[in-house]
């Protein structure tokens, strides 16, 4: 059973920051990309970021100079730092993982978390 479970949500005042993590849990033979999206009410899904086991990253538009991600792959986690944080960054975020479990020995599954909320008010 593999399971991602993201911590650090609440309340932040617009131009402030926060820090989310993701730890990765379970039956794991390996990991490649990692990242994070976010869903705010009344609209799909988007990308926030990723990152892939080499440390390459991408991110969403919207996000690009304000946001960065992060992972250690030794624990395993992701981290999404917010800084200069707006209104619109407002919504769910959730967790996903590109994973290998250990009965298997090159196929990978995404798997999301249950997501935390963010929310940017004054």
């Known amino acids: 059973q593999v399971q991602l479970v993201e911590s650090g949500g609440g309340l932040v005042q617009p131009g402030g920051s926060l820090r989310l993590s993701c730890a990765a849990s379970?039956?794991?033979?390996?990991?490649?990309?990692m990242g994070w999206y976010r869903q705010a009410p009344g609209k799909e899904r988007e990308l926030v970021a990723t990152i892939t086991n080499s440390g390459r990253t991408n991110y969403g538009t919207s996000v690009k100079d304000r946001f960065t991600v992060s992972r250690d792959n030794a624990k395993p986690a992701v981290y999404l730092q917010m800084n200069r944080v707006k209104p619109e960054d407002t919504a769910v975020y959730y967790c996903?993982?590109?994973?290998?479990?250990?009965?298997?020995?090159?196929?990978?599954?995404?798997?999301w978390g249950e997501g935390t909320l963010v929310t940017v008010s004054s």
């Open positions: 379970g039956s794991i033979r390996s990991i490649n990309a």
């Open positions: 996903n993982a590109d994973i290998v479990p250990i009965d298997y020995i090159h196929s990978s599954f995404n798997y």
